[in-house]
Nanobody, 125 residues
Framework: VQLQASGGGLVQVGGSLRLSCAASGRAFNYAVGWFRQAPEKERDFVAALRWPGGHTYYEDSVKGRFTISRDNGKNTVYLQMNNLKVEDTAVYYC????????????????????WGQGTLVTVSS
């Protein structure tokens, strides 16, 4: 299984971006997550989508601004990011699990088995 993240770029405060995570193979059977890592900081949870049920889970600072979704036909997961802030600047990574876990576990990066390369999001003031 390989994951390919894309869609990052430079945007002004208040702008929007949509990140994509395309999978080769059956990667999106249990859970997919987005994480981000700012310079000299830890990799932090952003959002997750878990099956069955399609439950979503967001880090508090992105609730109401970011939306995680899936396009089954394209085997792709998206992260729509609106009203971007300077503090959203980071390298964003998508990841997928190979087994079912409880929803709360989806925020733990150690639970993920597959990772895409990062895509850089820069929000300028």
């Amino acid at each position: 299984v390989q994951l390919q993240a894309s869609g990052g770029g430079l945007v002004q405060v208040g702008g929007s971006l949509r990140l994509s995570c395309a999978a080769s193979g059956r990667a999106f059977n249990y859970a997919v997550g987005w994480f981000r890592q700012a310079p000299e900081k830890e990799r932090d949870f952003v959002a997750a989508l878990r099956w069955p049920g399609g439950h979503t889970y967001y880090e508090d600072s992105v609730k109401g601004r970011f939306t995680i979704s899936r396009d089954n036909g394209k085997n792709t997961v998206y992260l729509q990011m609106n009203n971007l802030k300077v503090e959203d600047t980071a390298v964003y990574y998508c990841a997928a699990m190979s087994r079912r876990v409880v929803l709360s576990a989806t925020r733990d990066s150690r639970q993920y088995d597959y990772w895409g390369q990062g895509t850089l999001v820069t929000v300028s003031s």
